[in-house]
């Protein structure tokens, strides 16, 4: 989750990883949030703004 709105008040899906049980990866993608971000939260969500630079947007994620 990254912040967007006034002071990153609100919060929006940046990335979608889904794994097994016993850890292999299914899916791992970065989402275009629908607003623009005003914090990354980089310290606990590990997304800075590079990695969102050829992120999906959220409708084809879900389609996938």
């Known amino acids: 989750m990254v912040g967007t709105g006034p002071k990153g008040c609100r919060n929006e899906l940046a990335r979608c990883s889904i794994v097994t049980y016993e850890g292999d990866?299914?899916?791992d993608k970065y989402i275009k949030p629908l607003n623009?971000?005003?914090d990354f939260r980089t310290r606990w969500s590990?997304?800075?703004r590079q990695?969102?630079?050829h992120a999906i947007p959220f409708d084809q994620a879900q389609k996938e």
């Open 36 to 38: 623009p971000v005003t």
């Open 46 to 48: 590990g997304i800075r």
């Open 25 to 27: 990866v299914i899916y």
């Open 51 to 53: 990695d969102l630079l």
